[in-house]
Antibody, heavy 120, light 107 residues
């Protein structure tokens, strides 16, 4: 059974940094692209970032480009989101999501999310 | 960026009703369209991928159709566990984009 467990969410001041982690199990992690999607509580879904199976390709939403960095460690079955220069509008629940196949961008398994609050 | 527009934003329906939700893309996306269900306090769950393919384990009362710019999610006979918010998402090009969601409520 696929499990994705996010961690690292916290309350952080504007301008601060945070590193989210996602531990994956139940599938052959190195074979799949991974994504981050966020959701302001009570609002819709916003795609944040994609990393390819080998980490060789990464993509970002314009709203986070230059501030967030996605990475992965296939030896640890983990994906990470380094978040710098945080803004109030980054406040959201951050989901770690598995691709259906390769980097098809069909999001077939989601973690339960980790909450990031950017506030002074 | 491709804009995804869902309608309606909410609807009220009764158990047993046939429910249809539409999703329109701002440009043609072929069949690169996926549907998700989200219940309160839970993560989204994949229902339909590639416009019309039913995800494993999803009840057959759910179906998807459409191509190009216009897509539909249909629930043939609404069940109590189907009351949730539904999102469409295009996987045609980056950035991935989602519709604004359709909340299905109990009448």
């Amino acid at each position: 059974e696929v499990h994705l467990v996010e961690s690292g969410g916290a309350v952080v001041q504007p301008g601060g940094s945070l590193r989210l982690s996602c531990a994956a199990s139940g599938f052959t992690f190195p074979d799949y692209g991974m994504q981050w999607v966020r959701q302001v509580p009570g609002k819709g879904l916003e795609w944040v970032s994609l990393i390819s199976w080998d980490g060789g390709s990464t993509y970002y939403a314009d709203s986070v480009k230059g501030r967030f960095t996605v990475s992965r460690d296939n030896s640890k079955n983990s994906v990470y989101l380094q978040m710098n220069s945080l803004r109030a509008e980054d406040t959201a629940l951050y989901y770690c999501v598995k691709d259906r196949g390769g980097s098809s961008s069909i999001l077939d398994y989601w973690g339960q999310g980790t909450l990031v609050i950017v506030s002074s | 960026d491709i804009q995804m527009t869902q309608s309606p934003s909410s609807l009220s329906a009764s158990v047993g009703d046939r429910v249809t939700i539409t999703c329109r893309a701002s440009q043609s996306i072929g069949t690169f369209l996926n549907w998700y269900q989200q219940k309160p306090g839970k993560a989204p769950k994949l229902l339909i991928y590639a416009a019309l393919s039913l995800e494993s384990g999803v009840p057959s009362r759910f179906s998807g159709s459409g191509s190009g710019t216009d897509f539909t999610l249909t629930i043939s006979s609404l069940q109590p566990e189907d009351f949730a918010t539904y999102y469409c998402q295009q996987s045609y090009s980056s950035p991935l984009t989602f519709g604004g969601g359709t909340m299905v409520e109990i009448k």
